[in-house]
């Protein structure tokens, strides 16, 4: 079973019906949390030398992987809402109780990923510090703007295949990382196209975002991984399962013999 992208946002629209909040209120929260850390991180290594640089990214580092334990709980989070099962904000802490060193390994493949893709960025940051009055500013923005959406464009195509990696990770609490990588991977070969116009489905929502000063964005997101997962449930053949269950049970219903009480309530 294939679902258009309109139908895949609309199973996720009824499954986020009345259960917007508790997602909502994990992510900010989780957010919160990761910014005070790295807040701090700046505080202790705020200095301009090269040691206090590395040491600030070492610190920063540590902290993004920690946090994306977190996230695969949401994930968890979303997982349960798409299949309509109890959820709340104990799942944040699940996947520290089944071995939180495969989804920090993922993160850490990721970062790096997006390190990588990050490099046309990192060689016009010279042009920027460079830049001390606004005409000089003006002059090397059209570069650094360039720099940073082919950044962008190159992390979203390389990381897209792994983007079901922490799903994977957590229906099966006895997947390692490499192969909640290779499964997204495989998931995906012949979607990548689906995916990315799926991605592209949401740049309407996105300018609202903006106009609403990013106000907006926790609920848009919200919907966004509840699109996801239904995409992802599909890929899985989980929703043809539950499709084909529900369609031998309304069968088997219409075969029930009618009883006598019936005939006479009829009558």
Same mark, same amino acid.
């Given at each position: 079973?294939?679902?258009?992208?309109?139908?895949?946002?609309?199973?996720?629209?009824?499954?986020?019906?009345? %259960?917007?909040?508790?997602? +909502?209120?994990?992510? *900010?929260?989780?957010?919160?949390?990761? @910014?005070?850390?790295?807040?701090?991180?700046?505080?202790?290594?705020?200095?301009?030398?090269?040691?206090?640089?590395?040491?600030?990214?070492?610190?920063?580092?540590?902290? @993004?992987?920690?946090?994306?334990?977190?996230?695969?709980?949401?994930?968890?989070?979303?997982?349960? +809402?798409?299949?309509?099962?109890?959820?709340? /904000?104990?799942?944040?802490?699940?996947?520290?109780?089944?071995?939180?060193?495969?989804?920090?390994?993922?993160?850490?493949?990721?970062?790096?990923?997006?390190?990588?893709?990050? +490099?046309?960025?990192?060689?016009? =940051?010279?042009?920027?510090?460079?830049?001390?009055?606004?005409?000089?500013?003006?002059?090397?923005?059209?570069?650094?703007?360039?720099?940073?959406?082919?950044?962008?464009?190159?992390?979203?195509?390389?990381t897209m295949p792994f983007v079901f990696s922490y799903m994977l990770?957590?229906?099966?609490?006895? /997947?390692?990382?490499?192969?909640?990588?290779?499964?997204?991977?495989? /998931?995906?070969?012949?979607?990548?196209?689906?995916?990315?116009?799926?991605?592209? @489905?949401?740049?309407? /929502?996105?300018?609202?975002?903006?106009?609403?000063?990013?106000?907006?964005?926790?609920?848009?997101?919200?919907?966004? =991984?509840?699109?996801? *997962? =239904?995409?992802?449930?599909?890929? %899985?053949?989980?929703?043809?399962?539950? *499709? =084909?269950?529900?369609?031998?049970?309304? %069968?088997a219903k219409d075969r029930l013999p009618i009883r006598a009480d019936?005939?006479?309530?009829?009558?």
């Open positions: 079973m294939r679902y258009t992208r309109k139908e895949l946002k609309c199973r996720a629209r009824e499954a986020m019906k009345g %259960n917007y909040l508790i997602p +909502i209120l994990a992510t *900010v929260s989780i957010a919160l949390l990761t @910014s005070s850390f790295m807040f701090i991180v700046a505080l202790l290594f705020g200095g301009d030398t090269t040691l206090s640089l590395v040491l600030s990214q070492l610190a920063s580092l540590i902290v @993004s992987l920690i946090a994306s334990v977190f996230t695969a709980g949401i994930c968890c989070m979303y997982l349960n +809402i798409g299949r309509k099962k109890p959820y709340g /904000m104990n799942d944040l802490f699940r996947m520290f109780h089944q071995d939180p060193d495969r989804v920090i390994v993922v993160c850490f493949v990721l970062t790096l990923l997006d390190m990588l893709c990050a +490099i046309p960025v990192y060689m016009v =940051q010279g042009l920027l510090v460079q830049a001390d009055t606004p005409e000089k500013l003006l002059k090397v923005f059209p570069v650094i703007l360039g720099a940073t959406c082919l950044s962008s464009v190159l992390a979203l195509f390389v990770l957590v229906d099966d609490p006895e /997947m390692g990382a490499g192969a909640a990588l290779r499964g997204s991977v495989t /998931m995906l070969k012949g979607n990548k196209m689906r995916l990315c116009r799926l991605y592209l @489905s949401f740049f309407g /929502m996105g300018v609202l975002v903006v106009l609403s000063g990013f106000v907006a964005a926790l609920w848009v997101g919200a919907y966004m =991984q509840a699109t996801m *997962v =239904q995409l992802y449930l599909e890929l %899985n053949g989980e929703t043809e399962n539950a *499709v =084909q269950t529900e369609a031998a049970a309304e %069968n019936d005939y006479n309530a009829e009558a």
